[in-house]
């Protein structure tokens, strides 16, 4: 494999065979070492990218994935190993003054406030009592929703671990837990771990899913699909559909096939496929929890039926970062248990977020539309509206789907697996709660109405049109 290294306007590509099938921050520190330069920042793929795992992930500055969809395998699949940057210029903002008078509005009244101190005092694994608590924490494969050992993986075992906060670059937020382990320092598990690597695989050893963690990260897996496939192996072998050699609760197992699935080795091959593909070869489709063939993450749709929406009208599939309504479903004052009104709010929340992430501005800054209007048009000098942005937003949207409708997707795709409507969750608050076949083709029919798309999910020439992108669907 090679890397690319850029060096200020200086680009190379560099030859990585020494670093070949090696893990990820090993990698990093060998980029290092060769630049001489310690403040060298990579995104690089482990062993897990160069074998192709169609969910294998990028990491960066070691706590920091690109973790959804398969970027690592791409980066194999061009045997590109990693990214190297050191940058030591400036980047030219048109009007600076009125742009750090906002950033500084924005740092001191919407971001440093109490509203969001969650994020420094709790960060992510706050959000596992919550899920707990409304019954919609993915346990045993998704076979249940609130989990016995949930002391085990919740905030609360996380703080007694803590060592110290940790942040991305001038991030005031720092909501990065610093852990103590047995393996040494560890920042997080995040929330989407706690849930697939430990309820979900029936793990309630913080230190086991830390180490999980820390093979994905090295490694270059999804923990959020990794730990999923896991739960779904275990499923099949509690239902006695086929054994793994996998099997809830069992921490040595699962750390094992973790490194197996990145290398390819024995079952790990198989599992490496990804659920839907062993869902299939198996015969358990009505046990999987994916979409367009991207696993769930941590919020069972059952408890938030929002989410169902969101998940199967995504882009890229089981993805929480499209659209998030159970926000306000589980976690706010929405009603979880309808899908009426669920369109509209999928939507608002997928244009939104289309603009956010383009922007490049975190998850968990709670910023406005009119902030990022006034942060974009004078970082950029192009004077953007509140109006215009959603439009904006819209049509990011709209191109994704054009990019999936020339692939052949289509309403087809845009399903629920059978699970969410044949098998009801056994306890908690969510128990025994799911929505019918005939609601989910109403809703749907809401949202490609709404989107201003045909009843088979396709834009219609008129839509594009309103937005700019006539002729891309011919
Ligand atoms: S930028 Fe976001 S992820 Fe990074 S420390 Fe701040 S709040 Fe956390």
């Not at 200086?10 to 030859?15: H, M, T």
């Not at 494969?141 to 110290?164: D, T």
């Not at 940790?166 to 320092?185: E, F, H, I, S, V």
């Not at 973790?258 to 091959?269: C, D, K, V, Y």
Request: hydrophobic share 40%; aromatic share 8%; charged share 20%.
């Amino acid at each position: 494999p090679s890397y690319v290294l850029i060096l200020d306007n200086r680009v190379e590509i560099r030859d990585a065979a020494p670093v070949r099938g090696k893990p990820i921050w090993e990698t990093d520190a060998w980029m290092k070492e060769q630049a001489g330069d310690d403040h060298l920042v990579s995104l690089a793929a482990g062993p897990a990218g160069e074998n192709l795992v169609p969910f294998a992930c990028l990491t960066s500055e070691a706590y920091r994935q690109a973790g959804r969809g398969g970027a690592g395998a791409v980066f194999g699949s061009k045997n590109l190993k990693a990214v190297a940057v050191r940058g030591t210029g400036s980047v030219r903002v048109p009007d600076i003054q009125s742009f750090m008078a906002m950033y500084d509005d924005i740092f001191h009244n919407h971001l440093v406030t109490d509203d969001n101190l969650w994020a420094y005092e709790e960060g992510t694994p706050t959000i596992v009592d919550l899920s707990q608590m409304t019954g919609l924490l993915p346990t045993r494969g998704f076979s249940e929703g609130v989990f016995e050992g949930v002391e085990g993986i919740n905030s609360a075992a996380i703080q007694a671990r803590k060592s110290r906060n940790r942040a991305c670059a001038t991030c005031p937020l720092a909501c990065g837990q610093l852990t103590r382990n047995a393996d040494g320092p560890m920042e997080g598990p995040e929330y989407e771990t706690l849930g697939l690597g430990g309820s979900n695989c029936g793990i309630d050893d913080l230190e086991a899913i830390t180490a999980f963690n820390r093979l994905c990260d090295n490694l270059g897996l999804d923990t959020i699909s990794t730990g999923n496939v896991i739960g779904l192996a275990m499923l099949m072998a509690q239902e006695g559909i086929h054994d793994f050699g996998v099997h809830f609760g069992n921490v040595e197992e699962y750390l094992a096939v973790t490194e197996s699935i990145a290398h390819l080795r024995g079952a790990g091959a198989e599992l490496a496929r990804g659920s839907h593909h062993i869902a299939q070869k198996y015969s358990a489709e009505h046990l999987v929890m994916e979409s367009k063939g991207l696993e769930f993450p941590a919020y069972d749709p059952r408890g938030s039926y929002g989410m169902a929406l969101a998940y199967c009208t995504s882009d890229r599939g089981g993805c929480h970062m499209r659209a998030f309504p159970v926000g306000k479903e589980a976690f706010g004052d929405a009603d979880p248990f309808t899908l009426d009104g669920k369109a509209a709010m999928v939507i608002e929340g997928q244009n939104f977020n289309s603009v956010k992430w383009t922007g490049i501005f975190c998850d968990f800054w709670a910023i406005s539309i009119k902030d990022i209007v006034n942060l974009v048009s004078s970082g950029t000098g192009h004077p953007y509206t509140e109006d215009e942005l959603p439009t904006i937003g819209e049509r990011i949207w709209n191109l994704g789907r054009i990019l999936n409708v020339r692939e052949g997707f289509s309403r087809k795709d845009d399903y629920p697996p059978s699970a969410i409507f044949d098998r009801p969750l056994p306890a908690g608050p969510a128990a025994g709660k799911n929505f019918t076949r005939e609601e989910y083709e109403t809703a749907l029919s809401e949202y490609y109405r709404l989107r201003g798309w045909t009843e088979d999910g396709i834009p219609t020439p008129e839509r594009l049109a309103a937005l700019g992108l006539a002729g891309l669907m011919e």
